[in-house]
């Protein structure tokens, strides 16, 4: 080291010593709070100054500032993991079926990252312009402007400003939005000190020489606080001008710029417009000065009226389109289905916490084409002044996709009229569930009772001569009870009574004729088969029967509480041949890195054997006004179904519960299944009336006709003659009556 070099580290030493005694005597005599701190920042300095003595000594005076960061960065080299791999907390996006149509999303703080690819060059020159222009110059840390800042600030009394560089700030951002934190350990993780500060500058030192200029800056932008909600800069331009970064304009890039310095203060949507357009003009003379724009080009952001699209973000299923709230239960059903997925965490609250802050990119399945006819067919049976309600349900057959969730109900938190329960509720009336376990759907279990029947090889033309009532062989007393024996009773007689089949019998909708099958074949085998379809019991009374299910003789004439969208599922396993798939809202699902997530594929097993789920379509077309392949259909109880659908091959199955306190019907295609349910969600005492069937089986069938459109006509097949006609199958008379 030279005599030269020598004297003036040497001076510049005893100057900070002199300093810190200086500001030391200051301290013992009172004075503020910034004082009494100040020797601990001074003794930084000349910590780090002395650390580079002997080092700098042999450069030149440009090398200096250079050979202080080196020296920082050589006390603190581990970098904590979240620094080294910033926590991932953003925004989960959902979008309707085409991708595009976006339902809502969640988050808990508002951001999403993008890459610098996708931010204006604009905005990423206006942030390095109005938070550190020596950015492309510096190692970390900026020990010029953190001098001159100390120097500034020894004079003036003020805290230091303009000394924390863009990677020191984005260390402070990374720690205090550690999701992993609590609230308390954040603020400690940032708290005023300068032990804070030193532990800052050593990471931010770090930092520099692991990552690019390019890294530090795109991680910045993506989590800086820009106000209003917004994290990171795409959140920003979509928050205050409703667009995505990379579409920002010079001007807008520097009002958003300029608000991270004090985002509440210059917020132009809830603050000081005029101190907003100010700081805009800072930035913008900012980057005149760094070249990065021509000073005609700030003049002319200058003179640019502030223009602001704001948008608010929405988050939950309450904040989906208010113009669009009856997606709100599909946003419910999503969002239960979602905390079933173990792919999203081992818990509940681990999966809740995935869905807010993992970035996801869920495209869903509703189809807003379908929702839109489904609500409007809901809506032509009963409207939103009603009490009464009419949730419907479609599904695709073959993957369980949810296509539509539609009911006469906003899906909001809003009060009711004269503190009532509707129009305005976020209960799951559609798919059950939060204390809603679904309605009697009649005669739509018969369908249950058949498959049961096929399945043990009984075929469609098993014929009983179906009397009115029927004794059957379980306990009962009171009404509907014969000498001790609960005897059930067509709904009109003089239709239904005599022999029947599983053709007519489903067609005519005979209850004397399942009951009798169900005897023959065990309560416990329709109700194990309609559990194998997705019929989920969730009244505690229902869970009980079907615990002990051979007692359960009622249980095909519909008496458990179901919803229109296990109704429509387990009829989709049927006209998927058997195959049943679990309910599914969605179509696609990536995170936050674009990897595509498992839990979007169909969950589909064989539920049902291809020969015993084609005999019951066929049996299910009789209903609808159509035709078995075989001819066997002689009358069905929704004949208007066949004319709604312009003859394209359709099954169903209507249902009404006691008293018709409810009616139901299910249809399906082999390319969709949908099912709705008249009932009163609070007062099952509320009878619906047989009057409202007509409109009910209207309102599905027309929801079909719809989600048909454009589709290629698909048939049914035919069904064997073994389980058609059984033992005659063989013989030259199996295509005569059959017992019909």
């Known amino acids: 080291m030279s005599i030269e070099a020598g004297d003036v580290l040497g001076r510049r030493w005893e100057s900070c010593v002199a300093v810190v005694r200086a500001i030391g005597r200051g301290a013992s005599t009172g004075e503020s709070e910034w004082v009494r701190t100040r020797p601990i920042l001074t003794l ?7 650390g580079a ?12 500032a250079g050979m202080i960061v080196n020296s920082a960065a050589s006390w603190y080299v581990d970098l904590p993991s979240d620094l080294q791999t910033p926590p991932d907390e953003q925004t989960s996006y959902v979008y309707a079926s085409d991708g595009k149509t976006l339902i809502t999303t969640f988050y808990d703080q508002n951001r999403r990252d993008v890459g610098l690819s996708d931010i204006a060059p604009v905005m990423q020159q206006a942030i390095v312009a109005a938070e550190d222009t020596r950015f492309y110059q510096h190692g970390g840390v900026d020990v010029r402007s953190l001098l001159r800042a100390f120097v500034k600030d020894t004079a003036s009394g003020q805290t230091a400003q303009g000394a924390s560089t863009l990677t020191m700030q984005y260390v402070r951002n990374v720690l205090k939005n550690d999701p992993s934190l609590t609230p308390e350990q954040r603020a400690q993780a940032t708290v005023d000190t300068p032990g804070r500060k030193i532990q800052e500058i050593r990471y931010a030192a770090t930092l520099e020489k692991r990552l690019s200029k390019k890294e530090i800056l795109d991680r910045y932008l993506n989590i800086a606080y820009f106000g209003d909600g917004a994290y990171g800069v795409d959140a920003a331009a979509q928050t205050y001008f409703s667009k995505p970064a990379s579409e920002l304009t010079l001007p807008e890039a520097a009002l958003l710029a300029g608000l991270v310095q004090s985002p509440d203060a210059y917020n132009p949507v809830s603050g000081d417009k005029n101190a907003a357009l100010s700081r805009r003009s800072y930035v913008l003379d900012s980057m005149a000065k760094m070249k990065v724009i021509t000073a005609a080009q700030a003049a002319a952001a200058k003179a640019t009226p502030l223009t602001l699209h704001p948008q608010q973000q929405p988050d939950d299923c309450t904040s989906v389109p208010s113009d669009h709230n009856d997606w709100g239960f599909f946003c419910d059903y999503l969002r239960r289905w979602w905390d079933t997925q173990p792919q999203f965490g081992a ?16 495209v869903t399945s509703l189809d807003p084409n379908i929702q839109a006819v489904a609500l409007r067919q809901s809506l032509s049976v009963y409207g939103y002044d009603s009490r009464r309600a009419l949730p419907m349900a479609v599904v695709q057959p073959g993957t369980g996709r949810v296509l539509a969730m539609a009911v006469n109900r906003h899906y909001s938190l809003a009060a009711n009229p004269g503190g009532g329960t509707y129009p305005n509720t976020v209960n799951q009336l559609i798919a059950g569930g939060g204390g809603v376990n679904g309605y009697q759907a009649g005669s739509t279990f018969k369908m249950f009772t058949m498959l049961a029947a096929l399945s043990q090889g009984r075929p469609l033309n098993t014929t009983f001569d179906s009397p009115s009532p029927l004794v059957t062989r379980w306990p009962a007393s009171g009404p509907g009870s014969c000498g001790g024996k609960w005897c059930p009773i067509n709904e009109s007689p003089s239709w239904m009574d005599g022999p029947r089949t599983m053709w007519n019998g489903f067609g005519r909708s005979v209850n004397t004729y399942f009951v009798w099958l169900e005897e023959q074949i065990g309560p416990q085998a329709a109700v194990a088969m309609a559990q194998r379809l997705g019929i989920t019991f969730r009244a505690s009374s229902d869970a009980a029967l079907a615990a002990n299910a051979a007692s359960w003789g009622s249980f095909t004439l519909g008496v458990a509480q179901t919803t229109p969208l296990d109704l429509a599922d387990a009829y989709a396993t049927v006209a998927a041949g058997g195959m049943y798939c679990a309910p599914l809202p969605v179509l696609k699902i990536t995170d936050a890195s674009g990897n595509n997530v498992p839990a979007a594929d169909p969950s589909c097993h064989r539920a049902v054997n291809a020969e015993v789920a084609t005999a019951a379509t066929d049996a299910a077309r009789c209903p609808v006004g159509q035709q078995s392949a075989y001819g066997r259909c002689d009358g069905g109880t929704a004949t208007n179904v066949n004319a709604i659908l312009g003859g394209r091959p359709v099954a169903g199955k209507t249902g009404s519960s006691e008293n018709n306190a409810t009616e139901t019907f299910v249809g399906f295609t082999p390319q969709v299944a949908a099912a709705a349910t008249a009932a009163d969600p609070d007062n099952p005492n509320d009878y619906v009336g047989q009057g409202v069937s007509p409109s009910v089986n209207a309102a599905v069938a027309r929801t079909l006709a719809a989600a048909l459109n454009g589709q290629p006509y698909a048939s049914f097949p035919t069904p064997s003659r073994a389980l058609a006609f059984g033992a005659q199958a063989g013989s030259a008379s199996a295509g005569g009556d059959g017992g019909a």
């Open 347 to 362: 818990t509940v609250t681990d999966r809740e916490q995935a869905l807010k802050q993992g970035g996801y990119t869920i």
């Open 44 to 50: 930084l300095l000349c910590g780090v100054l002395s």
């Open 53 to 64: 003595v002997l080092a700098a000594a042999a450069f030149p005076t440009a090398a200096f």
